[in-house]
């Protein structure tokens, strides 16, 4: 439709149906035949909200949709369509790893990809549109959401944002335009804007405090890449910053958001972010936080009537614009017109495509090879691979037999697609010995209303007789592969952990199992970086798989045996322990650094553990070994003006035996500056393959671009000086060569 057509639309419509394009509701009331009513009805909607409401939560499937938007246009008085929204942040019915495990592969194809994929089935079960991707920076591992992002660092999380947001919604033509309404593509949602993974103590939904420059610096990057890769719509996050709360933040939606970053699509509240301005005791009643969200320019409010009891008489009693609905609905009726529901209401909804491509053969190969690389590595006293002929090992855990292997979000998912260990051995390796060994939890703390689906330790006789057939079967064994870790319900919204350690049930089995025979290799589960400094400790071998999704037992036998060799590296870091966090590898300089050596007291230091996390980001090992030479620059002078760079230089062989691939990074530290640095800075990376005894020349040019940040004016610029530029395989590489900004 025209945008002449589209405001003629507009101005015919009754300012009762502007508001009602502005309410989210929930699929729910919508496929129910008849009023949804009493407790069901927890919202309270009436009929007429329902009726009118511009979008929906989380519905889908193909028939069912085409038959709601069906109901719908023949009542809405204009016909416009709906649009049908859900979170598909793992996949839809193809699950893949997590994010931050996505992270972890270093490689934002393989994001993008996944992205394409889980696009590609959910439009063809009707979806317009996916709340994804988050790319909330995370370094408090208490947080549960900190598997929702691709992790703790600036650069990274921007490729991964880019990436997903392409694989999603399509790439921009030359004129920025993105094709949404082509077969097989959505419309990405980036959220929660802004700053929602740093919340004080890692306790979900708490207020965040930084500085502003650290906002602009280290938070804002990954939302403002999204942006420029096109992205549809933005969430706004539940967390006050600089004590607002991000859907009435005035200066943080318009003044940030729309004019210094660009955004041009519809913004959306969180799920009843709008209504709870009234717990953060920002807003007297509903009515106040509707017009501190409209003014501030939030345009759909997600699942509450704050905005469809509000809005009309804020404009009446002239309290509010008429003109800012319009602009808020003229912009919803933009997405819907770029969808191009307007001429096709059912968008992609077609059952029998439904039934093709979900979970189709190419979809899982995909996603099998996904979870392979993002497993990381994080220890191997060479027992790992282990040899394809020994029979003699056996497979011990809660997690063996554990189908519930991909992340929270994962909605659609399906415990009777996905391949667990167990699944995966029973095809490759038939009589492979497996116990249980223990329950997944101690109790059901926290999550006490999913008891009757809970796995934990209920019965003590029961779990002492576990672990004694546990003990039994790894001393028979020649290897033991221990599946440990969270239950997935502990990672993700609301699943904050003061103690991110595994159950104490677990450990026991770890102790007991480790006591029976040394050769254990853990295969680790989890949302998030866990305290496993015991594990570590002990166990021969530990591979992090995260939550690897709808093939993750294939996956993680694919490495085990090493059809595929690991390759990825830490998108966060583990803590040496809970006392550490937030730690992360680009904190500040300060006036007293610390180095392990270090006997003096008066240092920015703790007494009882170490400064650094026991993995560092970027840290991950591989089957092969890998030689990184001395960085060398072929100039040691930047000049400040256009086009001046530098070229770095690394040439790096792999001395292993068999094909690997390592990820080469790029951090930059900055020796003096009006402000206070990040002690060094991701700037680039490059996931390389090589063969036993290959080696390769990796390069990366280095710009002034590369070294601006908010300085002592608040201005994004450089300032002159000397910088290091560090090459190598994990962040604490301190191969390092320097230059000069002139
Ligand atoms: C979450 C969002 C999600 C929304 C809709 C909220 O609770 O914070 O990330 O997109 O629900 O399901």
Redesign the pocket.
């Known amino acids: 439709m025209e945008q002449q057509k589209l405001q003629e639309l507009l101005s015919d419509m009754s300012l009762t149906e502007k508001v009602d394009q502005l309410l989210q509701v929930g699929g729910f009331y919508l496929e129910k035949e008849g009023m949804v009513t009493g407790p069901e009805n927890t919202v309270g909607f009436t009929q007429e909200e329902i009726d009118l409401a511009g979008t929906v939560?989380?519905s889908i499937g193909a028939e069912k949709l085409r038959r709601i938007q069906k109901a719908y246009m023949e009542k809405q008085p204009h016909h416009i369509p709906l649009i049908f929204m859900a979170?598909i942040i793992n996949g839809y019915r193809t699950i893949f790893p997590i994010p931050l495990a996505q992270g972890c592969s270093f490689d934002p194809e393989l994001a993008k990809e996944g992205a394409a994929i889980a696009a590609r089935e959910s439009a063809a079960a009707g979806l317009h549109l996916t709340?994804s991707p988050?790319v909330d920076l995370v370094r408090d591992a208490r947080w549960g959401r900190c598997m929702e992002s691709t992790g703790e660092d600036p650069y990274l999380n921007r490729q991964f944002a880019r990436a997903m947001v392409e694989g999603y919604q399509g790439e921009q033509d030359a004129d920025g335009a993105v094709a949404l309404a082509k077969k097989g593509k959505i419309a990405a949602c980036v959220?929660?804007f802004a700053a929602y993974g740093a919340p004080i103590g890692g306790r979900d939904y708490n207020t965040v405090e930084l500085s502003e420059r650290t906002l602009r610096d280290d938070y804002l990057p990954a939302y403002q890449e999204a942006i420029e890769a096109g992205v549809s719509m933005l969430?706004t996050s539940?967390n006050t910053l600089d004590r607002i709360p991000s859907s009435g933040n005035r200066r943080l939606l318009r003044d940030i958001l729309r004019d210094e970053m660009g955004f041009k699509g519809v913004v959306i509240s969180?799920?009843a972010a709008i209504e709870e301005m009234c717990n953060h005791r920002i807003a007297e009643d509903r009515k106040e936080a509707a017009r501190l969200a409209m003014e501030a320019g939030v345009d759909i409010d997600?699942c509450t009537t704050c905005y469809s009891r509000n809005l009309d008489a804020l404009v009446q009693e002239g309290i509010i614009s008429e003109t800012l609905i319009d602009e808020a609905v003229m912009r919803i009726l933009k997405l819907k017109n770029q969808l191009g529901l307007f001429e096709n209401p059912y968008k992609d909804a077609d059952e029998q495509e439904e039934k093709e491509i979900i979970l189709c053969g190419e979809h899982r190969r995909a996603a099998r090879k996904a979870a392979a690389d993002t497993f990381v590595l994080l220890k191997n006293d060479n027992i790992l691979p282990l040899k394809q002929a020994a029979a003699n090992t056996a497979f011990i855990g809660p997690h063996v037999e554990n189908k519930m292997i991909y992340g929270g979000w994962s909605l659609f998912g399906r415990a009777e697609d996905t391949v667990s260990i167990a699944d995966a051995l029973r095809e490759r390796k038939p009589d492979a010995v497996s116990a249980k060994g223990s329950a997944m939890l101690d109790n059901n703390r926290g999550l006490e209303v999913f008891d009757d689906t809970l796995d934990y330790q209920r019965d003590e006789r029961q779990a002492a007789a576990m672990l004694q057939e546990a003990a039994e079967k790894a001393k028979a064994a020649e290897v033991v592969v221990l599946a440990l870790g969270e239950h997935r319900l502990q990672s993700g919204?609301a699943a904050s952990r003061a103690n991110i350690t595994l159950p104490d049930c677990q450990m026991e089995l770890f102790r007991a199992v480790h006591a029976a025979n040394p050769n254990v290799v853990v295969v680790l589960f989890s949302g998030r970086p866990l305290d496993i400094r015991e594990i570590t400790q002990k166990a021969k071998a530990v591979l992090a798989v995260w939550q690897p999704g709808t093939e993750g037992g294939n996956a993680i036998l694919d490495v085990l045996y090493g059809d595929v060799n690991p390759s990825a590296k830490l998108s966060m870091s583990f803590p040496y322990c809970v006392g550490q966090v937030p730690v992360f590898y680009g904190g500040m300089h300060t006036g007293r650094p610390y180095e392990e050596s270090m006997k003096e007291k008066f240092l920015s230091r703790y007494l009882d553990i170490p400064n650094k996390p026991l993995y560092p980001f970027g840290y991950g090992l591989s089957y092969a070994a890998f030689d990184i030479s001395p960085v060398t620059l072929d100039g040691t002078v930047l000049i400040h003006e256009k086009g001046s760079s530098i070229r770095a230089k690394v040439t790096v062989r792999n001395t292993g035996s068999c094909a690997g691939q390592e990820v080469v990074q790029l951090y930059i530290q900055d020796q003096a500056a009006s402000v206070a640095r990040p002690v060094r800075e991701l700037k680039g990376f490059r996931k390389i393959a090589l063969d036993p005894g290959e080696e390769k020349e990796v390069y990366f040019t280095i710009t002034e671009e590369m070294l601006r940040f908010t300085n002592i004016d608040m201005k994004f610029a450089s300032e002159a000086g000397n910088f290091y530029a560090f090459v190598g395989n994990s962040s604490e590489t301190q191969n390092k060569a320097e230059f000069l900004l002139k």
């Open positions: 939560l989380g979170d709340f988050m959220k929660h969430m539940f969180d799920w997600m919204e």
